[in-house]
């Protein structure tokens, strides 16, 4: 986040991955595993290889990856996206707990 010069706030809207999860898993502090696809998002979020997170995390020596930059349209793509399956799931999470009082009327 330091050579991005990303904040945690940033980088959990360029990655979907919470602040919370983000502070857990750059302190070490998660009783959790770690799943692949959050490190992956985060890797993607920070320009890196998918992989690139969960090499470093098994201990291995990541390929030499150079930062690319990613455009901006390319970001904001990734964060409107994020946005509209966080709204859609909030949604479906709202008709499933409407249905049960629609059925009553």
């Given at each position: 986040?330091?050579?991005?010069?990303?904040?945690?706030?940033?980088?959990?809207?360029?990655?979907?991955?919470?602040?919370?999860?983000?502070?857990?898993?750059?302190?070490?502090t998660?009783?959790?595993?770690?799943?692949?696809?959050t490190?992956?998002?985060?890797s993607r979020?920070?320009?890196?290889?998918?992989?690139?997170?969960?090499?470093?995390?098994?201990g291995?020596?990541?390929?030499?990856?150079p930062?690319?930059?990613?455009?901006?349209?390319?970001?904001?793509?990734?964060?409107?996206?994020?946005?509209?399956?966080?709204?859609?799931?909030?949604?479906?999470?709202?008709?499933?707990?409407?249905?049960?009082?629609?059925?009553?009327?």
């Open positions: 986040m330091r050579e991005r010069r990303m904040s945690q706030q940033a980088l959990a809207a360029a990655s979907g991955v919470s602040v919370a999860t983000l502070r857990e898993l750059a302190r070490g998660s009783s959790r595993r770690a799943q692949d696809s490190l992956a998002a985060i979020a920070l320009g890196w290889p998918d992989d690139h997170l969960l090499t470093v995390l098994l291995r020596q990541p390929d030499e990856v930062l690319r930059a990613l455009p901006v349209d390319q970001q904001i793509l990734d964060v409107l996206l994020r946005i509209e399956r966080s709204v859609a799931a909030i949604g479906a999470q709202l008709h499933a707990t409407a249905e049960p009082y629609d059925s009553v009327r």
